[in-house]
């Protein structure tokens, strides 16, 4: 009788050693591909970003350009010497203005489109913590804990390297006196 109780808690063991295996093994795998699909997000994410930015500021220039060169010869045109008092007629004329939206427009996209570039790379990190997690703490490190590391890219910039490499950011905008 003994041998059999001995037996059923061995097997009772087992089997919850088992389905343990399985969810940690299984936690981990689903980690693991979340995180390379969130990579893969980031690229996308960075891409479409300079994507929006660049066309944007294209379509700004072009039309700064453009204007620079119709306005020379409107002005010619509208205030030559054919019409006498050209001068008090430009003060009290509506002449073609040059509109800056495109330039708010362009600025408000890159604050935005940064901040979503952050969010995501957010997640990227929030994913490779859960992930170390689950193959560094116990009992997930028995069953996972040989697993590598995933490496994640996070996209940063040469000052931001630099600053944390020497604790150091003096390098202010904003001159002080």
């Known amino acids: 009788m003994k041998g059999w109780i001995a037996l059923g808690i061995v097997v009772?063991?087992?089997?919850?050693?088992?389905?343990?295996?399985?969810?940690?093994?299984?936690?981990?795998i689903r980690l693991r591909n979340q995180i390379g699909a969130q990579q893969k997000s980031n690229e996308a994410v960075f891409d479409n970003t300079w994507k929006i930015i660049k066309e944007q500021a294209g379509i700004a220039d072009q039309y700064k350009e453009?204007?620079?060169?119709?306005?020379?010869?409107?002005?010619?045109g509208r205030y030559g010497n054919a019409r006498g008092g050209a001068l008090l007629s430009f003060i009290t004329e509506s002449n073609p203005q040059f509109d800056t939206k495109l330039y708010e427009k362009v600025s408000n996209s890159i604050e935005a489109q940064r901040t979503v570039f952050t969010n995501e790379q957010k997640k990227l990190l929030d994913l490779k913590r859960e992930h170390d997690n689950v193959r560094m703490t116990f009992p997930g490190s028995v069953f996972v804990g040989s697993r590598p590391a995933i490496e994640v890219v996070v996209v940063t910039s040469t000052r931001?390297?630099?600053a944390f490499n020497t604790g150091k950011d003096d390098d202010l905008l904003v001159p002080t006196k």
């Open 160 to 162: 931001t390297e630099k």
């Open 66 to 76: 453009a204007f620079a060169k119709i306005y020379p010869d409107l002005m010619a």
């Open 12 to 28: 009772f063991l087992a089997v919850v050693a088992g389905l343990m295996w399985m969810s940690y093994n299984n936690t981990e």
